[in-house]
């Protein structure tokens, strides 16, 4: 299983990126797919999730702002960030579950600032 995470870059506050995960050797439509962050200096938390069947889930601080959706001919998810914040700057990983094992693809760094 291999994940790539795309899409991060630097915005102002206020604005949008959209993130993707590109999977292989599993699919996303039987596995669900988690994005989770990093920022610098701070743990590794989660951001949301999209599970195999299509039910979402996001943390307190991104929920109304982001969200996920997934290209299933693409066999990809995606995170749309939308009214960003200078508190969402990290690293953005995506990760998936199967049969126990996390995979975890590369991150993607996304800077918001002005």
């Known amino acids: 299983v291999q994940l790539q995470a795309s899409g991060g870059g630097l915005v102002q506050p206020g604005g949008s990126l959209r993130l993707s995960c590109a999977a292989s050797g599993t699919l996303v439509t039987t596995n669900g797919v988690a994005w989770h962050r990093q920022a610098p200096g701070a743990q590794r938390e989660w951001v949301a999730t999209?599970?195999?069947?299509?039910?979402?889930a996001y943390a307190d601080s991104v929920q109304g702002r982001f969200a996920v959706s997934r290209d299933n001919a693409a066999n990809t998810v995606y995170l749309q960030m939308d009214s960003l914040k200078s508190e969402d700057t990290g690293v953005y990983y995506c990760s998936l579950l199967l049969r126990g094992v996390r995979y975890w693809g590369r991150g993607t760094q996304v800077t918001v600032s002005s």
């Open positions: 999209l599970a195999a069947g299509g039910a979402y």
